[in-house]
């Protein structure tokens, strides 16, 4: 197998495994999060914020959209703490949303 071969493969398997840039990342699992969480929150915030409009957008996949051309031109800014922070924050909403927890609103 030649080296050209072994290199798509091997970005095949990242894409696949669902490597993301971490804002990307995070944007997908906030989304995700208020989803979840605006069929399921029953408490506090998420009471008062019944719909997507609260977010400023329509639906789920506009957040995401929205989300993700904000943070691009953060980092394009020189944002590597900005990363950080996204992959930080990813993590927390997959764990909240994998737990059935809402928390806070994004």
């Known amino acids: 197998m030649n080296a050209t071969v ?3 493969i091997g970005l095949s398997a990242l894409l696949i495994a669902g490597c993301a840039a971490p804002c990307d990342r995070y944007c997908d699992s906030a989304a995700d999060y208020i ?5 399921n929150g029953s408490q506090g915030s998420w ?5 997507w409009t609260t977010f400023g957008v329509s639906d789920k996949d506009e957040y ?4 993700k051309e904000d943070f691009d031109s953060q980092v394009a800014a020189g944002g590597d703490v900005i990363e950080s922070e996204c992959e930080d924050a ?3 909403y997959e764990e909240n949303t994998d737990r059935g927890f809402c928390v806070d609103v994004p």
């Open 90 to 92: 990813a993590n927390r």
């Open 35 to 39: 989803e979840f969480c605006l069929e």
């Open 47 to 51: 009471r008062e914020a019944p719909e």
């Open 6 to 8: 072994r290199l798509l």
């Open 64 to 67: 995401a959209s929205s989300c």
